[in-house]
């Protein structure tokens, strides 16, 4: 409910925006809003960095002290392309500054951006303890109006959830309003994604998504397209995307399957399929699978959110099984490759989720690792990025510290992430390091040819030459 009711909802954004903006008593006023994100991971760091970089004073702040101490140190806790140099300006500046100082940052701010991690809890729901959390400070830190901006994954209804919840806590309704504002960035072009994303969506009322709209001005003055919604319709545009998303992965990734029996080639069946309007290239790229600390989850968290509404979500929940299944598939697939894993190396060429960045939460790599130790197998594995996150749950593997090294006397090289290092990696030498040649490329990212040609036993994703003679499949 708006507190001035018999003022126009444009005039008062007017109002709301000065007042907001200017209601610094102990200094001098700044001419954008003081802006406080919660949480500096994989979404809160670029958030970070182009709000301050649009001029907006931004304070992020984490509970982790450590992570801060880390930044603050000159040190980012990930690794992001392109991020340190997006930080860089802002922080020189002073208008970008890392705290763990949460209360206090709050309270200074108009408007405070949640960017905590929601991730999947054992019944498959999204687990919103950090949101809760932080719910927690805002209840002591909202003493005059402030825009909680909600920018984590969350399941429908967390929004109004967090508004009752700080209602039941006390706080006036007219000091606060909720905004649910999706992030749709990709980890390993987060900086690109932030500074032109396809859409910007917001969710809440007149008065709060005009001012978290001007927040982005300067990307709707650039071309990003943008939508006013409700806070539930935002909430599950970001799932419905994120689940749309993962069934084209996983279509294609069961066609790869297909096309690897009938032998067809499944980056010309992406692209014939691509070559109509309708359907496009886009996410059709086979591979080990959906990873990630986002489609697994949110996948999961959809299927539990129908489920709760008595909704029978079978094709969310196939395509999280799918997914589950092709990686099975695979480990299948080295299992016959390899047979008997007592003495056999099997090197591994990339940990990380996907390429370029250090993530490796939900990546195949994991699986594969876990399978072959539990069969006996040594295995290497080299990650320009990821090694440091997989040592920490798989100290017995013997990490790199080079890919020449990695590979040295394997018995097979596994192809896990697109990394452009690997995609220009000498095949001659690689032949050479082996001990038995053979090379499973889930990326389709090594010619079979120039494979060939030096020896090796090529198993490609989808993209298998006919062995017999075609036969009509009906
Ligand atoms: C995904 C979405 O793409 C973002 O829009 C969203 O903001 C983010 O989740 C999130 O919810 O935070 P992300 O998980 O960082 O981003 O990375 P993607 O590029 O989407 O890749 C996800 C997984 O799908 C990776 O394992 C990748 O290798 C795989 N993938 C992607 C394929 O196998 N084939 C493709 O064609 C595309």
New binding site residues.
């Given amino acids: 409910m708006c507190r001035f009711p018999q003022v126009s909802y444009m005039l008062l954004c007017t109002l709301l925006s000065t007042t907001v903006f200017n209601s610094y008593s102990d200094e001098q006023a700044p001419e954008k809003p003081r802006v406080c994100i919660v949480g500096t991971g994989y ?1 809160g760091l670029p958030t970070a960095g182009i709000l301050s970089s649009f001029g907006n004073h931004v304070a992020c702040v984490d509970v982790l002290s450590e992570k801060i101490a880390q930044i603050n140190n000159g040190r980012l806790p990930i690794f992001e392309p392109g991020l340190e140099q997006l930080l860089q300006e802002p922080i020189k500046s002073g208008r970008l500054t890392f705290s763990t100082d949460v209360l206090s940052h709050m309270q200074r701010a108009s408007i405070i951006v949640i960017a905590v991690g929601t991730p999947m809890s054992k019944n498959g729901a999204a687990d919103l303890r950090a949101i809760d959390a932080v719910v927690e400070d805002l209840a002591k830190a909202i003493t005059s109006y402030k825009i909680i901006c909600i920018k984590s ?1 969350v399941p429908v209804g967390t929004c109004a959830h967090v508004r009752d919840a700080l209602i039941a806590k006390g706080i006036n309704k007219d000091l606060f309003d909720i905004v649910s504002n999706p ?6 072009t987060a900086v690109q994604d932030s500074l032109n994303p396809d859409r910007i969506i917001i969710g809440g009322n007149p008065r709060a998504t005009t001012i978290i709209k001007s927040l982005y001005q300067p990307l709707i003055d650039k071309g990003s397209a943008y939508l006013i919604t409700s806070l539930e319709t935002s909430e599950l545009i ?1 799932y419905a ?2 689940a749309m ?1 993962a069934t084209r ?1 996983t279509f ?1 990734n069961e066609m790869a399957r297909l096309c690897d029996k009938v032998g067809a080639n499944v980056l010309d069946v992406a692209a014939g399929m691509g070559m109509d309007k309708r359907i496009g290239t886009a ?5 080990p699978g ?6 697994p989850k ?1 996948t999961k968290a959809l299927a539990y959110i129908m489920k709760n509404k008595k909704i029978g979500a079978t094709l969310i929940n196939a395509i999280y099984r799918s997914n589950v299944a092709h990686k099975k598939a695979i480990l299948k697939q080295i299992d016959k490759l390899i047979g008997d894993f007592t003495d056999k190396k099997v090197a591994l060429l990339g940990l990380a ?2 390429a370029n960045t250090d993530d490796i939460r939900d990546s195949f790599a994991i699986d594969a690792i876990a399978y072959l130790l539990a069969h006996n197998a040594h295995v290497s594995a080299y990650d320009p990025q990821g090694m440091d996150n997989m040592r920490t749950l798989f100290p017995q593997v013997s990490y790199g510290p080079t890919l020449e090294a990695a590979v040295q006397g394997a018995d097979l090289i596994v192809i896990i992430t697109e990394w452009n290092e690997f995609k220009t990696l000498n095949v001659a030498n690689l032949a050479q390091a082996c001990r038995t040649k053979r090379l499973l490329d889930l990326r389709n990212i090594i010619d079979r040819a120039t494979a060939e040609q030096n020896g090796f036993t090529y198993i490609g994703m989808g993209v298998c030459p006919v062995k017999k003679s075609a036969k009509m499949i009906h």
């Avoid at 992030?183 to 390993?188: D, M, S």
């Avoid at 996410?283 to 591979?287: I, T, Y």
């Fill in positions: 979404v994954t992030e749709f960035l990709r980890e390993g970001k995307s994120n998303l992965i294609i996410f059709l790229v086979p591979g959906f990873g990630g600390s986002c489609f949110d989720f996907k």
